[in-house]
């Protein structure tokens, strides 16, 4: 472990306040906007709860390779390569959704309970929860789209 | 105490205590230190008051007559070859006690007694032997009393309105104190402690004033300051002084003014001094439960909860009694009261006022008329052109402030919704569902 | 009485009170002492913390400085001028004035402690817990130190440590209140809200002025009422995320088993615990609650 110095000041200009939203709502952005929205609000939380850079490139990157997998498939199914209807696809992708976002909330648990019990208030997650989701619908709707 | 002791320490306190400097030189003339009085009565006269400094003159003709007839005194004693310390009272003759009598009449004296059954000596030969006259010496009055010269004494009579607590008081407090006889019959205490609680601003001071008005005592108010001292144990020996002087001066009523300073939870201080006291006043309390007659201590709060709970046991404050905000009738006379010294232009309602400053506590009312006056002179200073205070003036102000009491019962409110087990906050939470 | 011996005198009562927490009565006894001498440091100090208790932060720090200049104890002064700038949000000047504190004083049991919390609360946990460590090391029983190690292991959820913690205030402490409360906390952080609410409703009895202990008794009796029976149960399950976890499989697996009357009873339940958890419960309660309340009559 990094030796801390103590007596050096942490609050520089570089410094910004520690904030987070509710985390534990993300699993409605994560099931009904799906992977993009989530890894967009996921990595800002993560970056306001100062998570480790190896945390949030995981989570990004388990995100990504979800949302390619999707597209794989769907491709596929478009094609015939694989005899699955986009029905199924899509019930999977939000299931695997649902994971990714408990393996979210696993990584920030921990940062995001102490920041509530040294802060004691959440931002609200109404405005971006709904832009977010509507743009995961948007992205539904153009990859169904492009499909076709 | 001796009194000139007590004096310089009310002076050491607070040397523009001009009512103390004239007490001192009252006690100093009876004593005949000339000096000291003239510089006492010097002192006094600083305090520029008409009625001060009629006081002093009239101190200070007593001064120069008594010194007089002092001098004749000793004059006419020095003749007879005696002291004027020997010079007798009008009650020593009256007790028959004609021989000495003989040794200091004057032969040309006339004796003037006003009634025949003095129980004189009425034989003639007596009478015309003992054509006394008594000298007057200079000490004609022996005690000067502070209550001489304090403002009158409050009684019930003063406090407007609050039957119902007034009816309280002389039931718990009032008669057992006045009719011991009764209460020991029944092993009942008449003295001890009484804590008066309530909001802000409401006259528990005045209450405690009026308490001690009611059974005729001396009220003795106190005050941290006078008991504090940055000296190791010498706050818990004041404490204990003020309590002998209580004792002393019997009946008398001990009042504690914010007694959550003094007693406050030694659950919630770990500060040595405090706690220290506080056992000096449990114990003081404790050995009044045991020597009662005569003595209350009367302790008031507006934090009861701040209070030790070992204050509140039986035998300490064990009468709680909670002082509301005045009533209607009680307002009016505020209002009354405030705005008697002040220029009131046109009619002004009293009814309505009362009316509209429900849970206004005196403090508040106060502040009312305070505002409205501030607002006339405003406005005088704008216009140029005087007026007195309307009752427009006082309408608006009510319409612009709110009770201050109104915090204090929602806190109390709280605390009796989550734990009035004990029932020690009853007569608050009756009064809550009452009139709120 | 000599000036020296009246500042004393006043100087006594205005720490009596400042040890009830009489702050105001105390203004005029501060006042005697610097009519006295305007340059008192103890006096300015005190006068600080009244200004403190107004939330008037400007004159607290321009107090404490005054304070500072004229000799006052630099742990005490740079602690009160930090704390100032923490209420006010300004952070880094809080840390300036703590790091100067420490500088001072480096042996400051409290400022580290104190220093720590600015750490907790602007997000530099790691240098939080090696402040609170370093001034475990200076005074382990020290009451504000041992305060703030029990908040820090309330937001880290160590357990041990909070037992640790709670342990070492119960044997320290001198306040019952904040014993009481930090017990109350223990227990609310851990879901035993009727534990948690005993405890509160006691620290509320000697405090009731106190907000936050209000709020922590209707907190406590919001997550114990029968309305919320089902969000506790949820609770347990392992909380909101798990139990729509488990319902979403239930649904995908009904659906792909053709058992579709099954699945819209499943759903349409799911959806009305949904609504009763999140609306219904809520209103009701606010409702019930103030129709009991007898002051609201």
Redesign the interface.
């Known amino acids: 472990m990094q030796e801390?110095d103590?007596?050096r000041?942490?609050?520089?200009k570089k410094?910004r306040?520690?904030k987070s939203f509710n985390i534990?709502s993300f699993?409605l952005i994560a099931?009904f906007g799906g992977v993009i929205p989530f890894i967009i609000l996921g990595t800002i939380n993560a970056r306001w709860?100062?998570a480790p850079g190896k945390d949030i490139s995981l989570f990004v990157s388990a995100g990504l390779l979800l949302e390619a997998i999707k597209w794989l498939l769907f491709l596929q199914s478009s094609h015939g390569v694989i005899p699955v209807d986009y029905g199924p696809i899509h019930?999977g992708y939000?299931?695997a959704c649902?994971f990714l976002?408990?393996y979210y909330?696993q990584l920030m648990k921990?940062?995001f309970?102490?920041?509530l019990?040294?802060?004691g208030v959440t931002e609200t997650l109404v405005q971006p929860g709904v832009y977010l989701i509507a743009l995961g619908l948007l992205i539904d709707f153009a990859s169904f789209v492009f499909i076709l | 105490m001796d009194k000139i002791a007590i004096f310089k320490m009310m002076l050491e306190k607070d040397k523009e205590n001009y009512e103390a400097w004239f007490l001192l030189a009252e006690e100093y003339r009876q004593r005949d230190s000339l000096a000291d009085a003239l510089f006492a009565y010097a002192k006094a006269l600083e305090k520029n008051d008409p009625k001060m400094r009629e006081m002093v003159i009239r101190g200070l003709r007593a001064l120069t007559e008594g010194g007089n007839k002092q001098e004749t005194a000793e004059g006419q004693a020095d003749v007879h070859g005696l002291e004027p310390e020997q010079a007798v009272s009008l009650e020593d003759i009256t007790q028959g006690s004609c021989e000495d009598i003989g040794a200091v009449i004057l032969p040309s004296a006339e004796m003037q007694l006003s009634r025949e059954d003095e129980g004189l000596n009425k034989d003639k030969e007596e009478s015309k032997k003992a054509k006394i006259r008594v000298l007057e010496g200079g000490k004609k009055h022996n005690v000067v009393s502070i209550g001489d010269y304090l403002p009158e004494r409050v009684t019930f009579a003063d406090v407007g309105g609050l039957h119902e607590l007034k009816k309280t008081i002389e039931m718990k407090i009032i008669k057992p104190f006045q009719s011991p006889g009764l209460f020991s019959k029944f092993q009942k205490k008449s003295g001890g402690g009484i804590l008066l609680y309530g909001p802000p601003g409401c006259g528990k001071t005045f209450i405690a004033q009026a308490m001690a008005g009611e059974v005729g005592a001396n009220f003795f108010p106190v005050h941290i300051s006078e008991i504090l001292n940055p000296y190791f144990g010498v706050s818990e020996k004041n404490l204990h002084h003020i309590f002998e002087t209580a004792r002393a001066s019997r009946p008398a009523v001990l009042f504690f003014d914010e007694i959550d300073t003094l007693g406050y939870s030694r659950l919630k201080s770990g500060s040595d001094l405090m706690r220290s006291l506080v056992d000096t006043l449990l114990t003081e309390m404790q050995s009044i439960n045991m020597n009662t007659d005569k003595l209350l201590v009367i302790g008031a709060t507006n934090m009861p909860w701040d209070v030790d709970p070992a204050l509140k046991r039986p035998g300490r404050f064990d009468k709680m009694i909670f002082v509301p905000p005045p009533d209607k009738e009680a307002r009016k006379r505020i209002f009354q009261l405030k705005l008697g010294k002040r220029p009131v232009a046109g009619l002004v309602d009293l009814e309505v006022l009362a009316e509209k400053t429900v849970h206004y506590s005196g403090a508040d009312i106060e502040n009312i008329v305070e505002l409205a006056a501030e607002r006339v002179i405003d406005s005088i200073m704008e216009t140029g052109v005087e007026r007195g205070i309307t009752m427009a003036d006082l309408l608006e102000v009510i319409a612009e402030t709110k009770p201050s009491t109104l915090e204090w019962i929602s806190i109390v409110k709280n605390y009796v919704k989550y734990a009035n087990q004990s029932g020690l906050y009853n007569e608050v939470a009756d009064y809550i569902r009452k009139y709120l | 009485m000599d000036v020296t011996a009246f500042i004393d005198r006043e100087l006594a009562v205005v720490d009596y009170l400042f040890s009830v927490d009489k702050y105001e009565e105390a203004v005029p006894h501060l006042q005697n002492i610097l009519q006295q001498n305007p340059v008192h440091p103890q006096a300015l100090f005190f006068l600080a913390l009244v200004y403190y208790g107004r939330e008037q932060f400007e004159e607290t720090r321009r107090l404490c400085v005054d304070a500072l200049v004229n000799g006052f104890d630099k742990e005490g002064a740079y602690g009160v001028i930090a704390a100032a700038y923490e209420k006010e949000y300004r952070y880094p000047a809080a840390e300036e004035a703590y790091l100067q504190g420490l500088q001072a004083n480096p042996n400051s049991a409290v400022l580290h402690a104190d220093y720590a919390r600015l750490m907790m609360v602007t997000g530099f946990w790691d240098k939080a817990r090696a402040l609170l460590n370093k001034a475990m090391e200076l005074e382990p029983t020290n009451q504000n130190v041992i305060n703030a190690m029990i908040d820090f292991s309330f937001a880290e959820m160590d357990e041990k440590k909070q037992r640790e913690a709670i342990q070492s205030l119960m044997e320290n402490g001198s306040d019952e209140i904040k014993k009481i409360v930090k017990l109350s906390l223990y227990h609310h952080f851990k879901g035993d809200y009727k534990q948690a609410r005993e405890y509160a409703v006691q620290a509320f009895l000697m405090d009731p002025a106190n907000r936050n202990l209000l709020a922590l008794v209707e907190g406590c009796d919001y997550a114990l009422h029968p309305l919320f029976l089902p969000r506790r149960l949820i609770g347990k399950l392992g909380g909101g995320a798990v139990v729509f976890l488990a319902i979403f499989t239930v649904l995908v697996l009904l659906a792909a088993l053709n058992l579709d009357v099954i699945l819209a009873i499943v759903f349409y339940s799911f959806v009305a615990l949904v609504l009763y958890n999140w609306m219904v419960a809520p209103v009701l309660y606010h409702l019930i609650v103030r129709g009991k309340d007898p002051w609201t009559k």
């Open positions: 801390i103590l007596y000041p942490s609050l520089t410094w306040p520690v534990k699993i099931v709860l100062r019930i939000r299931i649902v976002f408990i909330y921990k940062p309970h102490f920041y019990r040294t802060n």
